[in-house]
């Protein structure tokens, strides 16, 4: 289980993969593979152009580099569209670094983020409003600028964990960071536009491609999340403008809630007089079940509900799953813990498969919505394979499953992390 979250699901990842890029992989076999990783991590540009050119690596790993994609250390899930994540222990940082921050696109990363180009750039706001806008950065950067650190969950993440599979990207528990934000909060854009009292949800909508013949990817908000102080319209991650796999130049940052709230390359909010009735807003996109159902049922399409906010989850980061020690010595226990638009109360560990649980010392987060963060102290007093187990609850009497319960796409994921030591 814990290894699970360590090892790459090789099949299963190489599946996820187009064919022609399969191939690819299994003629040349995996080492040769991430070793092309490493030529593009260490900047060889001039090796790298020259087996582009003569047709030894794909075209897309080029454009890739050119963002910084895969990030090091990164378990790549699909390079077109591009989604990776880093294992937990990559994790352990209170503000998640830019280059540790998983990427999760539904299509191709948009031309203008790729080139860094502002030029007529625009975010219109337009619908149920009494003006209508078309703001340029420089209009954006008039308002009053915001910093806040914010959990960004993908509701994919913990996929792989589901049984029965499900379909889609098979994010381990590495679809979640807390990077730092900067922007201008939504509510100020949208009083400005001078929002209607038939004003129900948000459409927004960035500069994406169709995915394969569809529609763009698009989400929605309701009104009165919009105009939550705390929702944000970023223009800045961590202290610098957002690189483009992040959404280049401007995202919607929607804190609690899950990640495909969270628009990236915005160019438009609609505001409309209904829920958002987008692609990724309809069928079993997005939404789960209104009640619990058996693993692999799949309910009607009338029982699905639009998944919103996070559910209460912890992160062990330490230590390294399969990590070693000796009988005796203290072990450091640490990670983080989040529970969407509530309130951690505590977290607990287990070291003896969950029948003992010990109370962890909790540190607050730097804001609400960034991730709390615990830690413990343990020391096995024998040999042997052990786990580590962490359960956090939050002030709503909420706290996380030992097994996950079941729904179609896998979302919301949030059972028990366990982290496998071997002490000797
Ligand atoms: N325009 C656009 N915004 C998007 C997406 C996308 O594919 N296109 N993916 C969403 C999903 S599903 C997630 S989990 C987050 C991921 O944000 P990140 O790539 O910055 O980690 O962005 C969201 N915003
Ligand atoms: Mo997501």
Not at 76 to 89: A, I, Q, R, Y
Not at 112 to 126: E, F, H, M, Y
């Amino acid at each position: 289980m814990s290894k699970n979250d360590q090892i790459p699901h090789l099949t299963e990842w190489i599946n996820s993969i187009p064919t022609s890029r399969r191939e690819f992989i299994t003629k040349l076999g995996k080492g040769a593979f991430f070793a092309s990783f490493g030529i593009f991590g260490a900047g060889c540009e001039a090796v790298n152009r020259g087996l582009v050119d003569r047709g030894m690596l794909p075209v897309i790993f080029d454009e890739l580099q050119t963002v910084g994609l895969p990030k090091p250390d990164m378990l790549v899930h699909s390079e077109s569209p591009f989604n990776g994540e880093l294992p937990p222990h990559f994790l352990n940082d209170a503000v998640t670094p830019t280059h540790r921050h998983f990427v999760r696109n539904n299509s191709g990363i948009p031309e203008r983020a790729i080139k860094s180009d502002l030029n007529g750039w625009r975010l219109t706001v337009d619908g149920e409003v009494n003006n209508e806008l078309s703001l340029s950065m420089e209009d954006l950067l008039r308002f009053p600028q915001v910093t806040m650190k914010v959990v960004l969950e993908c509701a994919g993440n913990g996929r792989d964990l589901f049984e029965p599979k499900v379909e889609g990207t098979p994010w381990v528990r590495g679809a979640v960071a807390c990077s730092e934000w900067i922007g201008v909060r939504l509510r100020d854009i949208l009083e400005t536009a001078g929002v209607k009292t038939s004003a129900v949800y948000t459409g927004n909508y960035g500069d994406d491609l169709p995915e394969n013949g569809g529609e763009s990817f698009s989400r929605g908000i309701p009104i009165e999340k919009a105009m939550d102080e705390n929702t944000l319209i970023a223009l800045k991650m961590n202290g610098e403008v957002l690189p483009a796999p992040h959404g280049f130049p401007a995202r919607l940052i929607v804190p609690g809630w899950i990640g495909s709230s969270m628009q990236k390359w915005l160019n438009r909010i609609w505001v409309r007089d209904q829920v958002h009735d987008s692609e990724k807003m309809s069928g079993y996109s997005y939404r789960i079940p209104a009640y619990p159902v058996e693993p692999g049922e799949i309910p009607s399409v009338e029982d699905m509900r639009i998944a919103t906010s996070l559910r209460v989850k912890s992160l062990i980061t330490r230590p390294i799953s399969n990590e070693n020690f000796e009988i005796g010595k203290p072990i450091r226990i640490r990670g983080h813990a989040w529970a969407g638009e509530d309130e951690i109360d505590r977290v607990l560990v287990s070291t003896d498969f969950g029948v003992q649980w010990k109370e962890t010392e909790l540190i607050q987060p730097s804001n609400k919505y960034a991730w709390y963060h615990w830690n413990a102290e343990v020391a096995f007093a024998n040999k042997g394979y052990y786990e580590i187990w962490a359960r956090a609850y939050d002030d709503k009497g909420n706290d996380q499953p030992f097994t996950q319960p079941w729904n179609p796409k896998g979302y919301l994921g949030n059972m028990v992390h366990r982290v496998a030591v071997a002490i000797e």
